[in-house]
């Protein structure tokens, strides 16, 4: 089993449309969690940490489930400039930063 | 400016040479980190530096080696034993190895083995 699973998509929505993408982690040590994303052929960006008490930053809302071991972003009103790969990551009690394999989203006018 | 800087942008070798991939950073990051992208797949872990003089292993180290003798510098060896050098290699850098510290990354070197 991988340490950071993501449903690789693709997501194909319409602009407005607002979009839910989950991640779970095997390791219940895990300390921190973030997403990121990633345009084609470019590097990964920080898009937000993830607090246990949930955290929204504009368009976009990131949530943890300790218990579950689950973490989940929505994206509210989809822009065509949200297409990309959002990746999952996880910081382990170690400070390894482990990667999921990423969900390919891509916005439609 | 601050940030990470890996060069070179696209690197070609020959099979059986083996390559190093630079990557300096001047955020006074602590923590350093190496990974590897291939087509439609995340990002694998390779090597990672908490502190100068000292790394350890991530998940795919085998056919990889790196040194840190400066706290800016994570250099990547890719050895004639890695069997499929191509891909998208990418590095990364982090205040620290702590908690809620996020990792900041390099523009990446696509290396291409023929």
């Known amino acids: 089993r991988k340490e950071v699973e993501q449903d690789p998509g693709p997501f194909n929505v319409p602009e407005g449309a607002t979009v839910a993408f989950n991640c779970t982690y095997s390791n219940s040590a895990s300390q921190s969690f973030f997403w990121y994303r990633q345009d084609c052929r470019k590097e990964p960006k920080l898009l937000m940490s993830?607090?246990?008490s949930g955290n929204e930053d504009g368009r976009f809302t990131a949530q943890l489930n300790r218990a579950s071991q689950y973490i989940s972003l929505l994206i509210r009103d989809s822009k065509l400039s949200d297409s990309a790969t959002y990746l999952c990551?996880?910081?382990?009690?170690?400070?390894?930063?482990?990667f999921g394999q990423g969900t390919e989203l891509s916005v439609k006018p | 400016d601050g940030g990470i800087t890996q060069s070179p942008k696209y690197l070609f070798r020959k099979e059986g040479q083996n390559v190093t991939l630079s990557c300096e950073q001047n955020?006074?990051?602590?923590?350093m980190y190496w990974y590897r992208q291939d087509p439609g797949q995340g990002l694998r872990l390779i090597y990672y530096s908490q502190i100068v003089n000292d790394f350890q292993k991530g998940d795919i180290a085998e056919g990889y080696s790196v040194s840190r003798e400066k706290k800016e510098s994570f250099p990547l060896t890719v050895t004639s034993a890695q069997k499929n050098p191509t891909a998208f290699y990418l590095c990364a850098s982090s205040i620290s190895m702590g908690i809620n510290t996020e990792a900041f990354f390099g523009q990446g070197t696509r290396l291409t083995v023929v």
């Open positions: 993830v607090y246990s």
């Open positions: 990551v996880v910081k382990n009690q170690g400070g390894k930063l482990i």
């Open positions: 955020l006074n990051h602590d923590a």
